[in-house]
């Protein structure tokens, strides 16, 4: 805009000079000096007008419209616009992309055009803590579109991942990933770049060649860190003399994928590079889809930087109670269906002691007919105090309530 206005300005000012350089040369300098005058309010102007503040009153008015209260809406309406940051020294992340990015916190945004548009995917994540650039990459600090998305901006090597490329940043906090038989919810290229490389067309796994994060062998390059390379410096280490279309790292890997023959088909020497043999890798036939799987899966290989305060903890399994040998015998709702008095009978561990119906310890009488030789009076005297019946007893008293004991007696006195 501001480009167009100062290329108009010198047309102007050139048909100024030579309209009435031979008739009246003061009309020249009258404007010469409005259009000075004219560049530098444009300037200041276009200085106090950045792109973002008219995101942040367009979503102003978006939002005002969505809301019902009067005085909600007054609110909405002094709120400043300023730039807004997320920020967290922790993980180094300091995103100012929700100056633009405005509605990814509220739901109602949810049909919303981008950028206001409500962050639907991902919402296990408290992005307030962690920012967004941790996902997408691109460049946090910067207000303007074209810096902060910084595509094809030089000297900037994490540029704002395609939409569909998210997924490459998921193991940066998820090394379970890389666990046997895991799956991530909502990174379902992983999921199918992990199965691919286990079982595929071929039956070779990956790590046949390949080593994976210490996993695997080493006749082929360790792929643990493979995207942790800048764009420049795979360019400097890879052949993009075969690729189609843009030659980029992205093009090189799916490509490859897709066709590694053709992509490294081997060159004879030169007077500065030893000649190189056609690579080994099997064309495995993927399709695209799977290709491009792949790829996400191997870019996102990369060094480890995140502190590990926030990656990801598998939730610990639910730790089984210390269940007796009984209760893992039986399921929960059969031990539920259980007399009381048996439910007691397993929950204190009675059997370390005493065998029943065929299980438990030896180091005491079998309880399995004692209720043919003992009486209820006895069996309650006995568990109130074992001593008081049998002297000499290694039996502890059970603190028991009188109900517990009224149960287990029942139960006891019914095995004859
Ligand atoms: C100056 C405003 C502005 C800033 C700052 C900004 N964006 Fe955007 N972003 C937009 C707009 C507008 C769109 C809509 C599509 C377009 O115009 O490219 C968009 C689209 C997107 C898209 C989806 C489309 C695509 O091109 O892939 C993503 C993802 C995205 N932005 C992420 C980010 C992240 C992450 C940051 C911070 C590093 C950021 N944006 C900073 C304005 C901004
Ligand atoms: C935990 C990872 C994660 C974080 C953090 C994250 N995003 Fe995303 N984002 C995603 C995923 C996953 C998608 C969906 C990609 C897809 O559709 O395949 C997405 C999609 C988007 C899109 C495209 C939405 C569309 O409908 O086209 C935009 C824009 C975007 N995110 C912006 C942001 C902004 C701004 C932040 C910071 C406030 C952020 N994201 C934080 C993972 C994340
Ligand atoms: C900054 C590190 C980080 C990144 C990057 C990240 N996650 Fe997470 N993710 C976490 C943490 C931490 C949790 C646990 C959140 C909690 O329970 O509070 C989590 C939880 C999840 C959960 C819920 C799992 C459960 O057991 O409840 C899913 C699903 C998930 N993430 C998917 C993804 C996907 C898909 C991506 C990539 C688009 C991604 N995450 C990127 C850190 C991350
Ligand atoms: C028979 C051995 C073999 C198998 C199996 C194999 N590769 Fe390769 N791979 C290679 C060799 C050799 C190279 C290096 C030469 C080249 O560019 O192809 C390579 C290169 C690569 C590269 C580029 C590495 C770099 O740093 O340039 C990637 C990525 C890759 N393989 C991924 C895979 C994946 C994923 C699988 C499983 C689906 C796989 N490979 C299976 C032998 C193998
Ligand atoms: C540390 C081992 C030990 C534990 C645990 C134990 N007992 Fe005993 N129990 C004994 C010994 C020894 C005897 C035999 C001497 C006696 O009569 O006290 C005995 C005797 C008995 C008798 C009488 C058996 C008979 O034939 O005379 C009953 C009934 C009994 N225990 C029930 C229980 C119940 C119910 C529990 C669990 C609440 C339990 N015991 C826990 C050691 C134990």
Redesign the pocket.
């Known amino acids: 805009m501001l480009n167009t206005i100062i290329v108009l300005a010198l047309i102007v000012n050139l048909a100024a000079l030579i309209i009435f350089w031979r008739k009246d040369q003061n009309n020249v300098y009258a404007v010469f000096i409005i259009t000075i005058v004219f560049l530098f309010g444009a300037t200041v102007y276009k200085d106090s007008e950045p792109e973002w503040k008219k995101y942040q009153r367009e979503y102003k008015k978006l939002l005002i419209e969505k809301t019902k209260d009067p005085k909600k809406k007054k609110s909405i309406e002094a709120a400043p616009i300023e730039v807004k940051q997320l920020w967290n020294q922790g993980l180094d992340v300091a995103d100012r992309c929700i100056t633009c990015h405005l509605g990814y916190d509220t739901p109602e945004f949810a049909d919303a055009p981008l950028p206001y548009k409500y962050h639907a995917k991902a919402r296990e994540h408290d992005f307030n803590k962690v920012g967004c650039t941790i996902c997408h990459e691109g460049q946090g600090r910067a207000t303007e579109k074209v810096d902060a998305h910084a595509r094809g901006i030089p000297h900037w090597d994490n540029p704002l991942l395609p939409v569909n490329m998210v997924q490459s940043t998921c193991g940066k906090c998820h090394s379970e990933i890389h666990e046997e038989g895991k799956e991530l919810k909502g990174a379902d290229m992983l999921n199918l ?1 992990k199965k ?2 286990v079982t ?1 067309k ?1 039956e ?7 080593a ?1 994060k210490g996993v695997g ?1 080493i ?5 643990s860190e ?1 995207g942790s ?1 800048t764009e420049h410096e ?1 360019e400097l ?3 993009l003399t075969h690729i189609e279309g843009e030659k980029n790292m992205y093009n ?2 799916y490509q ?2 897709l066709d ?2 053709k ?2 088909p081997g060159s004879p020497a030169t007077a500065t590079t030893p000649a190189s043999e056609p ?4 064309n ?1 036939d ?1 399709t695209p889809d799977e290709a491009n799987a ?2 996400v ?2 870019m996102g290989l990369k060094e480890d930087k995140i502190p590990g305060k926030y990656k990801y903890k598998p939730r610990a399994e639910p730790k089984p109670k210390a269940i007796s040998r009984f209760q893992e015998a039986i399921s929960h709702e059969e031990f539920e269906k259980l007399p009381f008095g048996e439910q007691i009978f397993i929950h204190y561990n009675c059997w370390y002691c005493h065998t029943l119906k065929g299980r438990g310890g030896k180091i005491a009488p079998d309880l399995t007919h004692v209720g043919g030789r003992r009486d209820r009076d006895w069996l309650i005297k006995h568990f109130k105090d074992p001593g008081s019946v049998s002297p000499h007893t290694f039996m502890p008293t059970f603190r028991l309530t009188d109900e517990q004991i009224d149960a287990l007696t029942d139960f006891l006195a019914s095995l004859k």
């Open positions: 770049a691919l490389s595929n071929l070779v796994p990956c790590i046949t060649c390949h994976i062998e006749l082929a390059p360790d792929l493979f390379r795979f280490s890879h052949d090189w890997t490859h994928f590694p023959q992509v490294t690579t080994i890798m099997p495995f993927f792949l790829t899966f191997v």
